[in-house]
Nanobody, 124 residues
Framework: HVQLVESGGGSVQAGGSLRLSCEVS????????FSWFRQAPGKEHEGVAR????????YYSDSVLGRFTISKGNAANTLYLQMDSLKSEDTAMYYC??????????????????WGQGTQVTVS
């Protein structure tokens, strides 16, 4: 049974930092593509970061490039999103998503078939 559980969200002032975690169970991280998405009220899912663990290839959207870092933890089943220099426009529900893949996949919500329940990030 595949399960993705996000945590680490909260409220922070602009310029601050948060680290989101995604605990993964039921699949081998090396054979999956993982991404972080966010969704603000009234808006569609926006992909912010992607990692293909087998080659450590990473990709970031222009809106977070240089401020967010996606990584895999030392624990084999945890994915992180380090968010620095947060802005009010980063306020959203953040989700991790996964799909089995042979190479880096697109940063598009429709492509992923496993999703967590989300964690709220509020920047004021």
């Amino acid at each position: 049974h595949v399960q993705l559980v996000e945590s680490g969200g909260g409220s922070v002032q602009a310029g601050g930092s948060l680290r989101l975690s995604c605990e993964v169970s039921g699949l081998d991280l090396n054979n999956y593509c993982f991404s972080w998405f966010r969704q603000a009220p009234g808006k569609e899912h926006e992909g912010v970061a992607r990692i293909f663990e087998l080659t450590s290839v990473k990709y970031y959207s222009d809106s977070v490039l240089g401020r967010f870092t996606i990584s895999k933890g030392n624990a084999a089943n945890t994915l992180y999103l380090q968010m620095d220099s947060l802005k009010s426009e980063d306020t959203a529900m953040y989700y991790c998503a996964a799909r089995r893949c042979n190479g880096p996949g697109p940063l598009a919500a429709h492509w992923y078939n496993y999703w967590g329940q989300g964690t709220q990030v509020t920047v004021s």
